[in-house]
């Protein structure tokens, strides 16, 4: 942790994140969390206590949205930026389409972080999908992990199985199977979870499984009290407001009254994305029945940002054509205004606080609400809010006694308590006031990121003491790797492990002496539970990385689980079972132990004869199939993804750690090391090798060693001055 204090990087990666002018509402990716991770970024760079904050996104290149979202770096100040990073090409694309691009999103965050010597000192995801990516980062490099999920699988599951979906329809549209069990993996692994309120943690996170495993810290977020200042502000002090503020005042009531016949009376308003979960038909159906309410008050719905309906996503389309539909039901024309269009920086606010000059109400009628952002905005500007019973917003009503709590789904107490404050001026005075003074007591940005501060702090002080339920940063796999820019790869049996154990114990030492300037690992065609047995019954240090089964599984140090972006990378068109079904009448092929057989490896006996091989590649390439075959000491046949080999892998870790190829090293005895001993990396095959690899004689950076096994591996470092180069000699 620098002197200055933690580097924080949070991850958000869905929706569209910009500085300026954001585009709340234009869909229903882009909400409060957009809100919330911007100002909490830019709230935390004003601390003198916080070295510096990055905000990790998606970048996006989209004729439909922005060329803003296409920048990879946005500096906000001089310790705030967002990073944007490339993950499932570039196209805008909904959170629940990015589930599979998360480890290619990993990946490059390790690659950024190489590349620029930014090891962070705490990760914070925010919602599932970055939950997932800082998960991983966290586990790499042994970081403090921070989780917000803002909303949860379970919950929202619940929510609609009520509404009349079946779980098979919610699993096709929203992924939330998947959602959930990242949310028990990332619960699991949080070393804090952090929330809004106490109702999240027991309504919420009680719903889990691993609910008992974080910590958790109600840390409520805060407003701008600059921008969303009091209504009466606007009446004194007219010279001092901002030309934008004034514009986006008079803007809005050119908006507003355009819909009304009698635009004095107070306005009942109503601001949120175009989700179902918001509730916005049954607003507008409690404000239809209710003839008293109508004379009242007029109804402004702002329901998220929108040119063309028909062109808008199911969801967003389907709520605005209800709410349309209801509007002209109950015949609400000049009384009702649906604007497609406010602009959050200056509009937003303009709106609350006209409301609140016409003794209006701020109603939030969500069948759920994990929180509110909207309600304290509302709330800091002295209007009066309605709000559902469901959810954050209990929390809300008992700190500030600025309004009533309802059960949205009785439409008669939805109007009712309208009513109840638009009547009594003395209630609407005491909510207003209320509203105004508690807000600035218990939430501003200033007291959340006190509290926050306080607490990453707490984690990354004990994660240096090693205090933490995770790795010490000085065993972290990751770190050791951010370091090394050489690399020695080898495979275990006729190559590492021969006859002679003096040249092994004497490549130990040579591994051992120099493990801060070289990485070490093996590609075998074993299990990784098998291949790290063989190392310690022979001393061989650990390895740092073992690519295990022919390189259909990769495995970083100690970890007991394969690495799960590898696996996502490989996963890409392999059809498992179609090929063991096509090759099952095939009487020269015999299907190897079922413990030798892996998801991603099909293993076979066969015994040499002409054109086998070649009958196998036809029939499965007339199939249709995506493979990687491979034949080694005339016995061993392998079936792999054909993104998976020994060679593949070794490209993948040169990319991912952003180590050349031509900085590695790679040992081999037989034909399934063949593919990892071709190309840039620098090749040495041991002196007994199979006759499959003499063809590699003559090629470049391929050398032949005189001496065997582990005497071979040592006569090859020395030929290519490999330990010298790694020490930088």
């Not at 100040?77 to 959170?95: L, P």
Request: hydrophobic share 35%.
């Amino acid at each position: 942790m620098a002197d200055k204090g933690p580097y924080v990087q949070l991850f958000s990666l869905h929706g569209l994140i910009r500085s300026k002018n954001p585009e709340m509402g234009r869909d229903a990716d882009t909400g409060g969390q957009v809100k919330y991770v911007m100002e909490l970024g830019t709230s935390l760079s004003t601390r003198k206590d916080i070295g510096r904050v990055d905000l990790f996104t998606r970048l996006i290149v989209d004729k439909r949205v922005s060329s803003d979202y296409s920048e990879p770096i946005e500096v906000i100040n001089d310790k705030f930026r967002i990073v944007r990073i490339q993950c499932g090409g570039r196209k805008y694309m909904r959170k629940e389409l990015l589930w599979p691009h998360l480890e290619e999103y990993v990946d490059k965050t390790i690659k950024f972080i190489k590349r620029n010597h930014s090891m962070p000192d705490i990760v914070h995801g925010h919602y599932p999908d970055a939950g997932y990516v800082a998960m991983q980062l966290a586990k790499m490099f042994g970081l403090p992990f921070v989780y917000t999920g803002h909303s949860l699988g379970r919950s929202k599951m619940a929510r609609l199985l009520e509404q009349g979906m079946s779980e098979a329809e919610i699993i096709k549209k929203f992924k939330i199977d998947h959602r959930i069990d990242a949310e028990e993996h990332i619960m699991a692994r949080a070393n804090l979870v952090i929330t809004s309120t106490q109702h999240e943690i027991a309504e919420q996170y009680g719903l889990y499984h691993n609910k008992d495993v974080p910590e958790y810290r109600v840390v409520p977020p805060g407003i701008d009290i600059d921008t969303f200042y009091p209504f009466y502000h606007d009446m004194l002090d007219d010279a001092e407001r901002s030309e934008n503020t004034r514009y986006a005042q008079a803007s809005m009531l050119k908006e507003l009254n355009r819909f009304f016949m009698s635009p004095e009376k107070p306005l009942i308003l109503a601001l949120s994305r175009p989700d179902k979960r918001k509730n916005i038909s049954g607003l507008v159906q409690a404000y239809g029945e209710d003839l008293e309410l109508q004379s009242m008050a007029n109804l402004a719905v702002f329901a998220g940002l929108r040119k063309d309906i028909d062109a808008m996503a199911d969801n967003e389309r389907e709520v605005l054509t209800e709410m349309l539909l209801a509007m002209d039901k109950y015949d609400l024309y000049g009384k009702m205004a649906i604007p497609k269009k406010h602009y959050f920086e200056y509009e937003v606010p303009a709106l609350y606080r006209i409301a609140a000059e016409r003794r209006g109400v701020f109603i939030n009628p969500a069948l759920t609400e994990p929180f509110g952002l909207t309600l304290l905005e509302a709330s800091a500007t002295g209007l009066p809010i309605v709000v559902t019973d469901d959810g954050g917003p209990n929390d809300i009503i008992h700190n500030c006694k600025n309004g009533i709590l309802v059960d949205v789904a009785n439409m008669k107490q939805v109007s009712s308590a309208l009513r109840k404050i638009i009547a009594n001026k003395d209630l609407w005075e005491r909510y207003s006031k209320n509203g105004i003074m508690n807000v600035r007591k218990h939430y501003t940005w200033q007291s959340h990121t006190l509290e926050y501060t306080s607490a990453i702090r707490k984690l990354t002080a004990a994660n240096q003491h090693s205090n933490l339920a995770i790795a010490k940063p000085s065993d972290s796999i990751g770190r050791q790797l951010m370091n090394l820019n050489h690399f020695m790869i080898t495979d275990i049996d006729n190559t590492l492990i021969g006859t002679d154990n003096a040249q092994l114990e004497k490549l130990a030492q040579l591994l051992n002496r120099n493990r801060a300037h070289m990485g070490f690992g093996v590609a075998t065609g074993r299990t990784a539970d098998s291949a790290r047995s063989i190392l310690e019954k022979h001393g061989i240090p650990y390895p740092d990385v073992i690519i295990c089964s022919v390189g259909s599984a990769l495995f970083y140090g100690k970890s007991s689980k394969p690495s799960p972006e590898w696996a996502r990378h490989i996963a890409n068109r392999w059809n498992r079972d179609k090929i063991v079904e096509l090759l099952k009448d095939f009487d020269f092929l015999e299907y190897q132990e079922e413990e030798t057989q892996r998801r991603f490896k099909i293993s076979y006996y066969m015994d040499p004869a002409k054109d086998r091989l070649s009958t196998i590649h036809n029939h499965l390439t007339q199939n249709r199939c995506r493979y990687n075959l491979i034949y080694s000491h005339d016995r061993y046949l392998d079936i792999l993804p054909y993104r998976a080999s020994k060679g593949k892998a070794i490209r993948y870790l040169s990319y991912k750690w952003e180590i050349p190829l031509k900085n590695f090293l790679v040992c081999g005895d037989s034909g399934n090391d063949e593919e990892m001993l071709r190309g840039e990396p620098r090749a040495v095959v041991v002196a007994n090798y199979s006759h499959e690899l003499a063809d590699l004689k003559g090629s470049r950076n391929v050398y032949f060693a005189d001496s065997e096994c582990a005497g071979g591996i040592i006569e090859g470092m020395h030929h290519y001055r490999f330990i010298d180069e790694a020490r930088g000699d």
